[in-house]
């Protein structure tokens, strides 16, 4: 939490644990994520989401910000799962 309020990281864990337990295979697209916070009434913009799941939060993605949080892996093309 910062200042009262959920990061956006706190809400796509929040979230991605929800979709995990609802499927068998424990997987999830950035889509699904973003459709799910926007139901929740996040107050984070799409892109920012977007940007968290593929890069931030993903140990094996690549570039500037890659991996700085160790929260999902990239299984296919849009695809994670939780680490």
Same mark, same amino acid.
């Given at each position: 939490m910062h200042n009262g309020r959920m990061t956006c990281r706190d809400?796509? !864990? %929040?979230? %991605? #644990?929800? !979709?995990? #337990?609802e499927r068998t295979e424990g997987t999830f697209t950035t889509q699904e994520i973003v459709a799910a916070m926007r139901e929740r009434g996040t107050r984070h913009l799409d892109t920012t989401i977007r940007r968290h799941v593929a890069t931030e939060m993903c140990s094996n993605a690549v570039g500037p910000g890659a991996g700085k949080y160790q929260d999902l892996e990239r299984v296919g093309r849009g695809l994670f799962r939780l680490l």
């Amino acid at each position: 939490m910062h200042n009262g309020r959920m990061t956006c990281r706190d809400e796509i !864990l %929040a979230v %991605a #644990r929800k !979709l995990c #337990r609802e499927r068998t295979e424990g997987t999830f697209t950035t889509q699904e994520i973003v459709a799910a916070m926007r139901e929740r009434g996040t107050r984070h913009l799409d892109t920012t989401i977007r940007r968290h799941v593929a890069t931030e939060m993903c140990s094996n993605a690549v570039g500037p910000g890659a991996g700085k949080y160790q929260d999902l892996e990239r299984v296919g093309r849009g695809l994670f799962r939780l680490l």
